[in-house]
């Protein structure tokens, strides 16, 4: 199986920035696309931002222009740096990827436990 590990997240003023990191460890062949999803109290979880293996980008249309997404292959990281935080960004963000996980080619879909962002006004 596969591990996903998210840390950077924390209290911030709006129009300040905070750079999310998501680690993957574990039984890993190759990593497919990574992402950062998103949930407020009573909303639904919603996809931020989207990087697959070979570097191509899409983003919740919220967010353009203020996040960046970005991945280290080698290091089988994804990070999410957030400028001109929002209180609206205020959620629980989750790092989520699709890996394969056995060397005959099982695909999983794996999430990380969550980390808080909060953006106060």
């Known amino acids: 199986q596969v591990q996903l590990v998210e840390s950077g997240g924390g209290l911030v003023q709006a129009g300040g920035s905070l750079r999310l990191s998501c680690a993957a460890s574990?039984?890993?062949?190759?990593?497919?696309?990574m992402g950062w999803y998103r949930q407020a109290p009573g909303k639904q979880r919603e996809l931020v931002a989207n990087?697959?293996?070979?570097?191509?980008?899409a983003y919740l249309d919220s967010v353009k222009g203020r996040f960046i997404i970005s991945r280290d292959n080698a290091k089988n990281t994804v990070h999410l740096l957030m400028n001109s935080l929002k209180p609206e960004d205020t959620a629980v963000y989750y790092c989520q990827s699709h890996a394969q996980y056995t060397l005959l080619g099982k695909i999983g879909s794996f999430w990380g436990q969550g980390t808080q962002v909060t953006v106060s006004s």
């Open positions: 990087i697959t293996s070979g570097g191509s980008t």
């Open positions: 574990g039984n890993i062949f190759s990593i497919n696309d």
